[in-house]
């Protein structure tokens, strides 16, 4: 069974911490260089983001998202080093194009904070397998539809791609050419987007009715197949993940 | 003459996997029943002759020309398949703007296209309902939809899948005269079928699938008589030629009429 | 003792004008299993979903009339505590998939869990319902890599495990092939002799006449029908109702040959061949 | 007994309508993706599900399709999730007020995506990215403008403008367009208005 997700099944201790915590560290991992703008808590929070995905085993698969994000970064440099509003000291390059200190500075404390935010969420999500997000969401008081939904999606989702693909079969047998000039391209949209739009709503009226007739609306207490499982260190990550919250807000206020 | 031509085809989706292993078939104007379980390759096969799939090996020629080379839309004009699920290409507001988009397609102009989509909309009974939402329509309604909107193209070689799924008795009756049309035409009719009643009673040869090859390819008779062969294949013998052979009869009967008049003949000798 | 009781029961969708169901009455006792048949648009589908609620709790519109499912008033029942009175299965097997479970046990669980059945009870049920419908082997398959006729035996364990007294079908083999068809008749077989009410709408005559006991011929919303098989089948005018017999009455009529001591023509294999033997 | 849709409580259709709004969605990327199109057109099923069943369907397809791409795709989009819930809310609220009647109307609900997106977007910007948007053209022009200026807020406030409101005006008519052709016996589904009528009597 096809199916997309970023999750990468490995055996680390990191990959067994409740998916609850893991959210509540992305979120500290994140407020902590809010509330305290220096650069230092920014680049320490990122190393230990980062420290904790080599520790999960799942370096090489996260990669490819940094390599996107570094393409970025490099017109970060260019335009903050060249135009940054604040440059002074100028160090290289030539008219109009040189790059100034502030500038770079200023991209590097860019770099630092999006390095940190996306390895604070691959953290969670290279790590956690999306279903068992979505249980201990729903144990924890998400509505159990909406936990339906969200699990749901990574199959519908590969669904509608072969419906997709159906489509573009029926319509190119009826003589629609979807290959050559961006026009063509362009005008063969319509016959592609309409039926695959028509065919899933179809589709999601026939699940809806199969659905509700499996009680997906009863209004009374659910219970689970699979019994509860217990994650190590939930009290310990908590409290730990609080007291830093509270650290750097008093460091904030006192400095 | 030859419409189609298939030589020692085979299909992989996946490598290791093959769906078709060496199929050698050769289609002339008779028309053509297609049966076998689902997974047999039967679609895999429409969908290679329609130029949707190109072949890991092996060659196809329809009407002369090389399929491996050609586009799907490229063929539309010589070869149409309606697909099995309506809601996979309906996407204009009115049936008959519907039906007339294959032709304009293939390059017919809006008079020539919109008279032959009125054509082919009669053909199916559905001339009243031209100018209605098609998307409103009941889903054995669309289905004939998209016969008419293949019809209109006027091709040489029409494919059929699965064409009397969630059809009643009148829907069944339009699909009969669509094959009837074609048969007279000297045109080639193929289709896909679970329904063995309606293969038997509409087509004049039957190709059997099973696991990506052909285990039979003869005129109905000859394959309906082979019960274990079928059987084998995950298929049944029509209703009547099993109603004949319960009543004792060696024949394989493939229609109502073919037993009513054998009976008949035996009980006029009795007396 | 009655299992569905009917009562000039109307119904009209939202976006209608013409009604669907009009003014149908009918019974049906514990352990029948009922045909519909008729034309498509003849009501064969609403008539379905206005045993389970889904007429006209989720589609809403104008109702009229009373359905009484094993004691339970539809109009006055949700869609969910139905359930565990009538099961339904419907026509396209792919749609009847949750999406949102990884094997098929887990599929049969899923109204188990969504209506708080204790986890140890939700073993057991999804334990017999598997086993009943034969799809133990299967139980830890994806439920998308199944074949149709795999796919729609699960949709019917995922009723069955909700315990329900009556089995409502609607044109559950349409999309299967002769096989997959075979395997779910033989299941819903199975479930009869158990002792389970079953109500089949079907196009396939052939069926209709071998595993139902009454059969409801529909038209315009109207019952036009409601007899056994024999004689409904027999009935000169079916035609009319855009309904064709089964093959062995259409060749038995011809012949003119019904059973003795019958008004009717046989309807079935076996019946045809006893009243055909040595012609 | 009646199951009505509201605000709080949601209908089964009205739920499964939020899977497809983000199969929609991501169709539309991937067109604009492999077209190299200079626009996203990935919130065409979030504005659908808005238009069809409200401001609440429509915010939750939104942070629902921004969670899910986080998850499957992209990290970023976590960051971005804001913007879309308001774009479902926007075009779901404009849609009930009846400013779905026509294409001339469309393109107002499309302008007010558009400015919605970019208010939401352009502080996002500032934060994470500096101003930019990682869009090739948009952000050439932050860099023209951060030069001859020397303010980020409008630099990228105009980088996220150009891109975002023929972005949001295309998604909008597209999704007006499918919301037209849909057929009466779907959109009832989620009108969610109707009584039970009775036909007793």
Same mark, same amino acid.
């Given at each position: 069974?096809?199916?997309?997700?970023?999750?990468?099944?490995?055996?680390?201790?990191?990959?067994?911490?409740?998916?609850?915590?893991?959210?509540?560290?992305?979120?500290?991992?994140?407020?902590?260089?809010?509330?305290?703008?220096?650069?230092?808590?920014?680049?320490?929070?990122?190393?230990?983001?980062?420290?904790?995905?080599?520790?999960?085993?799942?370096?090489?698969?996260?990669?490819?998202?940094?390599?996107?994000?570094?393409?970025?970064?490099?017109?970060?440099?260019?335009?903050?080093?060249?135009?940054?509003?604040?440059?002074?000291?100028?160090?290289?390059?030539?008219?109009?194009?040189?790059?100034?200190?502030?500038?770079?500075?200023?991209?590097?404390?860019?770099?630092?904070?999006?390095?940190?935010?996306?390895?604070?969420?691959?953290?969670?999500?290279?790590?956690?397998?999306?279903?068992?997000?979505?249980?201990?969401?729903?144990?924890?008081?998400?509505?159990?539809?909406?936990?339906?939904?969200?699990?749901?999606?990574?199959?519908?989702?590969?669904?509608?791609?072969?419906?997709?693909?159906?489509?573009?079969?029926?319509?190119?047998?009826?003589?629609?050419?979807?290959?050559?000039?961006?026009?063509?391209?362009?005008?063969?949209?319509?016959?592609?987007?309409?039926?695959?739009?028509?065919?899933?709503?179809?589709?999601?009226?026939?699940?809806?009715?199969?659905?509700?007739?499996?009680?997906?609306?009863?209004?009374?207490?659910?219970?689970?197949?699979?019994?509860?499982?217990?994650?190590?260190?939930?009290?310990?990550?908590?409290?730990?993940?609080?007291?830093?919250?509270?650290?750097?807000?008093?460091?904030?206020?006192?400095? | 003459?030859?419409?189609?031509?298939?030589?020692?085809?085979?299909?992989?989706?996946?490598?290791?996997?093959?769906?078709?292993?060496?199929?050698?078939?050769?289609?002339?104007?008779?028309?053509?029943?297609?049966?076998?379980?689902?997974?047999?390759?039967?679609?895999?096969?429409?969908?290679?002759?329609?130029?949707?799939?190109?072949?890991?090996?092996?060659?196809?020629?329809?009407?002369?020309?090389?399929?491996?080379?050609?586009?799907?839309?490229?063929?539309?004009?010589?070869?149409?398949?309606?697909?099995?699920?309506?809601?996979?290409?309906?996407?204009?507001?009115?049936?008959?703007?519907?039906?007339?988009?294959?032709?304009?397609?293939?390059?017919?102009?809006?008079?020539?296209?919109?008279?032959?989509?009125?054509?082919?909309?009669?053909?199916?009974?559905?001339?009243?309902?031209?100018?209605?939402?098609?998307?409103?329509?009941?889903?054995?309604?669309?289905?004939?939809?998209?016969?008419?909107?293949?019809?209109?193209?006027?091709?040489?070689?029409?494919?059929?899948?699965?064409?009397?799924?969630?059809?009643?008795?009148?829907?069944?009756?339009?699909?009969?005269?669509?094959?009837?049309?074609?048969?007279?035409?000297?045109?080639?009719?193929?289709?896909?079928?679970?329904?063995?009643?309606?293969?038997?009673?509409?087509?004049?040869?039957?190709?059997?699938?099973?696991?990506?090859?052909?285990?039979?390819?003869?005129?109905?008779?000859?394959?309906?008589?082979?019960?274990?062969?079928?059987?084998?294949?995950?298929?049944?013998?029509?209703?009547?030629?099993?109603?004949?052979?319960?009543?004792?009869?060696?024949?394989?009967?493939?229609?109502?009429?073919?037993?009513?008049?054998?009976?008949?003949?035996?009980?006029?000798?009795?007396? | 003792?009655?299992?569905?009781?009917?009562?000039?029961?109307?119904?009209?969708?939202?976006?209608?004008? !013409?009604?669907?169901?009009?003014?149908?009455?009918?019974?049906?006792?514990?352990?029948?299993?009922?045909?519909?048949?008729?034309?498509?648009?003849?009501?064969?589908?609403?008539?379905?979903?206005?045993?389970?609620?889904?007429?006209?709790?989720?589609?809403?519109?104008?109702?009229?009339?009373?359905?009484?499912?094993?004691?339970?008033?539809?109009?006055?029942?949700?869609?969910?505590?139905?359930?565990?009175?009538?099961?339904?299965?419907?026509?396209?097997?792919?749609?009847?998939?949750?999406?949102?479970?990884?094997?098929?046990?887990?599929?049969?669980?899923?109204?188990?869990?969504?209506?708080?059945?204790?986890?140890?009870?939700?073993?057991?049920?999804?334990?017999?319902?598997?086993?009943?419908?034969?799809?133990?082997?299967?139980?830890?398959?994806?439920?998308?890599?199944?074949?149709?006729?795999?796919?729609?035996?699960?949709?019917?364990?995922?009723?069955?495990?909700?315990?329900?007294?009556?089995?409502?079908?609607?044109?559950?083999?349409?999309?299967?092939?002769?096989?997959?068809?075979?395997?779910?008749?033989?299941?819903?077989?199975?479930?009869?002799?158990?002792?389970?009410?079953?109500?089949?709408?079907?196009?396939?005559?052939?069926?209709?006449?071998?595993?139902?006991?009454?059969?409801?011929?529909?038209?315009?919303?109207?019952?036009?029908?409601?007899?056994?098989?024999?004689?409904?089948?027999?009935?000169?005018?079916?035609?009319?109702?855009?309904?064709?017999?089964?093959?062995?009455?259409?060749?038995?009529?011809?012949?003119?040959? !019904?059973?003795?001591?019958?008004?009717?023509?046989?309807?079935?294999?076996?019946?045809?061949?006893?009243?055909? !033997?040595?012609? | 007994?009646?199951?009505?849709?509201?605000?709080?409580?949601?209908?089964?259709? $009205?739920?499964?309508?939020?899977?497809?709004?983000?199969?929609?969605?991501?169709?539309?990327?991937?067109?604009?993706?492999?077209?190299?199109?200079?626009?996203?057109?990935?919130?065409?099923?979030?504005?659908?599900?808005?238009?069809?069943?409200?401001?609440?369907?429509?915010?939750? $397809?939104?942070?629902?399709?921004?969670?899910?791409?986080?998850?499957?795709?992209?990290?970023?989009?976590?960051?971005?999730?804001?913007?879309?819930?308001?774009?479902?809310?926007?075009?779901?609220?404009?849609?009930?007020?009846?400013?779905?009647?026509?294409?001339?109307?469309?393109?107002?609900?499309?302008?007010?995506?558009?400015?919605?997106?970019?208010?939401?977007?352009?502080?996002?910007?500032?934060?994470?990215?500096?101003?930019?948007?990682?869009?090739?053209?948009?952000?050439?022009?932050?860099?023209?403008?951060?030069?001859?200026?020397?303010?980020?807020?409008?630099? $990228?406030?105009?980088?996220?403008?150009?891109?975002?409101?023929?972005?949001?005006?295309?998604?909008?008519?597209?999704?007006?367009?499918?919301?037209?052709?849909?057929?009466?016996?779907?959109?009832?589904?989620?009108?969610?208005?109707?009584?039970?009528?009775?036909?007793?009597?």
């Amino acid at each position: 069974m096809k199916t997309f997700s970023l999750y990468v099944p490995r055996d680390s201790l990191i990959h067994r911490i409740n998916p609850i915590d893991k959210i509540l560290y992305t979120i500290t991992a994140i407020a902590v260089p809010l509330i305290l703008p220096s650069m230092a808590a920014s680049f320490l929070c990122m190393l230990i983001s980062l420290s904790l995905l080599a520790a999960a085993r799942v370096v090489r698969q996260s990669l490819p998202v940094f390599a996107f994000v570094f393409l970025i970064l490099c017109t970060v440099v260019l335009i903050q080093g060249w135009f940054y509003p604040g440059n002074q000291t100028p160090l290289f390059g030539v008219e109009p194009f040189v790059f100034h200190a502030e500038g770079l500075m200023k991209a590097c404390r860019i770099g630092i904070r999006v390095t940190n935010v996306v390895a604070a969420f691959l953290l969670l999500v290279l790590t956690t397998k999306p279903a068992d997000l979505v249980e201990e969401l729903v144990r924890r008081g998400l509505s159990p539809r909406i936990g339906y939904v969200l699990d749901s999606i990574f199959q519908i989702l590969p669904q509608m791609m072969n419906t997709t693909r159906t489509i573009l079969d029926a319509q190119r047998s009826r003589g629609l050419e979807t290959e050559g000039s961006l026009w063509v391209r362009v005008k063969a949209f319509l016959p592609l987007i309409v039926p695959v739009v028509m065919s899933s709503l179809i589709h999601a009226k026939e699940r809806a009715l199969a659905l509700e007739v499996r009680g997906l609306h009863f209004e009374g207490q659910r219970t689970w197949l699979r019994e509860k499982r217990t994650y190590p260190y939930s009290r310990e990550i908590r409290g730990g993940l609080l007291l830093v919250l509270t650290a750097s807000i008093v460091w904030r206020i006192l400095g | 003459m030859s419409r189609v031509v298939v030589k020692d085809v085979c299909f992989s989706y996946r490598s290791g996997e093959e769906v078709l292993k060496g199929i050698t078939l050769d289609f002339d104007e008779k028309s053509t029943a297609i049966i076998g379980q689902n997974g047999a390759g039967k679609t895999t096969f429409v969908k290679l002759l329609k130029g949707l799939l190109k072949p890991t090996r092996g060659e196809i020629y329809i009407l002369g020309r090389s399929a491996n080379e050609m586009t799907a839309a490229a063929l539309a004009p010589f070869i149409g398949l309606v697909f099995q699920n309506p809601n996979d290409q309906i996407f204009r507001s009115t049936v008959l703007e519907e039906v007339m988009f294959g032709p304009l397609n293939i390059g017919e102009d809006p008079k020539g296209a919109r008279k032959k989509a009125e054509e082919a909309l009669e053909m199916v009974g559905l001339t009243e309902k031209a100018s209605e939402n098609p998307h409103d329509l009941r889903l054995s309604e669309k289905k004939l939809v998209c016969v008419a909107s293949i019809v209109a193209m006027e091709p040489e070689i029409l494919i059929l899948d699965e064409p009397t799924i969630a059809q009643d008795h009148a829907g069944m009756a339009a699909i009969r005269q669509v094959i009837r049309r074609f048969k007279e035409q000297g045109k080639l009719v193929m289709g896909i079928l679970h329904d063995m009643d309606f293969a038997a009673e509409n087509f004049e040869r039957v190709v059997v699938f099973h696991q990506g090859t052909v285990v039979a390819d003869d005129d109905p008779r000859e394959v309906f008589s082979r019960e274990s062969l079928l059987q084998r294949a995950g298929l049944e013998v029509p209703h009547i030629t099993r109603l004949g052979w319960s009543l004792g009869r060696k024949e394989t009967f493939l229609t109502e009429a073919e037993l009513i008049q054998s009976l008949r003949g035996e009980g006029s000798t009795d007396r | 003792m009655s299992k569905i009781r009917v009562e000039h029961l109307k119904y009209r969708y939202p976006s209608s004008e !013409k009604l669907a169901l009009d003014d149908l009455s009918f019974e049906v006792d514990e352990g029948e299993m009922i045909g519909i048949i008729g034309r498509n648009g003849a009501g064969k589908s609403t008539l379905c979903q206005a045993f389970v609620g889904l007429v006209p709790h989720f589609y809403r519109g104008a109702y009229g009339g009373k359905v009484v499912v094993s004691g339970l008033e539809v109009l006055k029942s949700s869609v969910s505590q139905l359930a565990r009175r009538v099961g339904i299965v419907f026509q396209n097997p792919f749609t009847q998939v949750t999406g949102s479970k990884w094997t098929v046990y887990e599929e049969v669980a899923f109204g188990l869990e969504n209506l708080g059945v204790p986890r140890k009870e939700m073993i057991d049920r999804i334990d017999y319902a598997l086993q009943l419908l034969g799809m133990e082997k299967y139980r830890d398959r994806h439920p998308f890599d199944l074949s149709g006729g795999q796919m729609q035996r699960m949709a019917i364990a995922s009723v069955i495990a909700l315990q329900p007294e009556i089995l409502v079908l609607d044109e559950p083999t349409s999309q299967l092939d002769p096989q997959g068809s075979e395997e779910v008749f033989r299941a819903v077989h199975r479930l009869r002799e158990e002792g389970m009410t079953v109500i089949l709408a079907e196009h396939n005559m052939e069926k209709i006449a071998r595993y139902c006991n009454r059969v409801m011929l529909l038209d315009g919303g109207k019952i036009i029908d409601f007899a056994s098989p024999a004689s409904v089948f027999s009935r000169a005018d079916l035609t009319r109702y855009g309904v064709v017999p089964p093959v062995y009455t259409r060749v038995c009529r011809e012949l003119n040959a !019904k059973r003795e001591g019958s008004p009717h023509f046989p309807v079935t294999l076996e019946e045809a061949c006893e009243v055909l !033997k040595g012609r | 007994m009646m199951q009505r849709s509201s605000w709080f409580r949601f209908s089964t259709p $009205s739920l499964v309508l939020i899977p497809v709004a983000v199969g929609i969605n991501y169709i539309g990327k991937l067109f604009a993706g492999t077209l190299k199109l200079p626009l996203w057109l990935d919130s065409i099923g979030t504005v659908l599900a808005g238009m069809l069943a409200g401001p609440a369907i429509g915010a939750l $397809s939104g942070a629902i399709n921004n969670v899910i791409y986080g998850l499957t795709v992209d990290p970023i989009s976590f960051v971005y999730g804001l913007t879309s819930i308001l774009i479902g809310l926007v075009s779901g609220i404009m849609a009930s007020r009846g400013w779905i009647t026509g294409w001339a109307r469309a393109l107002v609900v499309g302008l007010a995506v558009g400015l919605t997106a970019t208010a939401v977007s352009t502080p996002l910007n500032v934060w994470f990215w500096g101003g930019q948007t990682g869009n090739f053209w948009g952000d050439a022009l932050f860099a023209v403008v951060l030069a001859q200026t020397g303010s980020v807020w409008l630099a $990228s406030f105009l980088d996220e403008v150009v891109v975002d409101i023929p972005d949001k005006l295309l998604t909008v008519l597209v999704a007006y367009a499918l919301f037209r052709s849909l057929p009466k016996g779907i959109k009832q589904l989620y009108s969610g208005r109707d009584e039970l009528e009775t036909l007793d009597g």
